[in-house]
């Protein structure tokens, strides 16, 4: 099938240079990088749906805040540890206006983006206990959150959720957290790869588990309220952004700014931590801190080694998008709602050309349309069809990556994909399915 849209010889050399063992196994990066040589050489240009990075302009009211703090000269000086002043409390608002969430100033942190958010978290929480070291994470993933732990030499495991959803997922969780292995739990809803969301039901099941096993849940709300079948966008009225801090009173919550404000350069993020936890006094946290207080070892112990804080000016720009949010003066979520049009628009053409959507149900709904979706097609699996889209021009990532169990699938982002090139992309999963059907 040498008559394809990027020049067939072409594309098979680049991936010959590339060295990677297998296409479905490269990293985002290493993915990303193969596709910018493809397109030097040929001059097409791909529906680039590999990197999950925000596709629009970032808040304006973050960016002028923050210039008026450089103004102001703050860039000279060490902000506190554990957060600028009026942040904290404005954070502690943000989780009780959109959330509905009760939770002290105190325990409400500024991060170096969300990934400080749960380096620090898995740094911390796991070494609560001695007996106990790991993480078990509700897969499919974010593959940086199982390096993390790589890094750090601590245990993990996870299973994917896709045959346990709703009641069925009580058993299974319930296999792992009972073994005593655990100190905390993981995951990210919005789900990324599948945006999959989970039910109250299934946040529930979560929240009980977590507190009969004494384990932390680290509920990572990277697309903070961006289910757009729901408006979660009014302050202080439900529906709110649904989250597991209903149904127990261990959890740490990272709340991104890089999607949901479009702020990923500036990494800046947020960890709120339950009061309750940050109250926790576990002694076998002395072994590395010097209190055994999880709040305190958090802050002065954990965030404190890893960068002495979050960016002083990125703190004002955070402080001001929030303060608007929680005034009702910037609707955050409609500034991101393109991203669901988009994906309602991509995933037909899919499904118009033989593809299907992996994880396509919360329950028995739908799921919701948004930041990324997955896919596939008969008869491949995802690892050859990441390769046979690449002579297709269209770049997105396997599923194999991300804890997933569903090895035909393939997670598609549609943050880069402009509307101008949504004529291309048909183009192009016709000629596919031409091709292959
Ligand atoms: C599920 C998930 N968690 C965390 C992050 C990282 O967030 P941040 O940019 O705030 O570090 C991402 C970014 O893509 C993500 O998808």
Redesign the pocket.
Known sequence: MKNTPIDYDIVSQKIKESKLKSIGNATIREIKKLVDQIEQDTGKKFVRMEM?IPGLPPTAIGVQAQKDALDRGVAAIYPDIYGIAELKPEIAKFVKNFLNVDVSPEGCLPTV??????YAAFLTLNRMYKDREGTLFIDP??P??KQQLKVMGQEWESFDVYDYRGDKLRDKLESYLSTGRFCSLLY?NP??PSWICFTEKELKIIGELATKYNIIVIE?L??FAMDFRKDYSIPGKPPYQPTVAHYTDNWVM?I????VFSY?GE???TMVISDKLFETSAPDLLRFYSSDNVGYAMIFGSIYSLSSGTPHSAQYALLAMLKAANEGRFNFVEQVKEYGEKAKIMKKLFLDNGFKIVYDKDEDDPIADGFYFTFAYPGFSGAELLEKLLYYGISAISLDITGSERHEGIRACVSLVQRSQFKDLEERLKQFHQDHK
């Open positions: 999950g983006g969300s990934m400080q958010g749960s993933g974010f940086v959150h990210s789900n990324n990572d990277a697309y990272l991104s700014s890089s999607k990923a990494r800046v993020g």
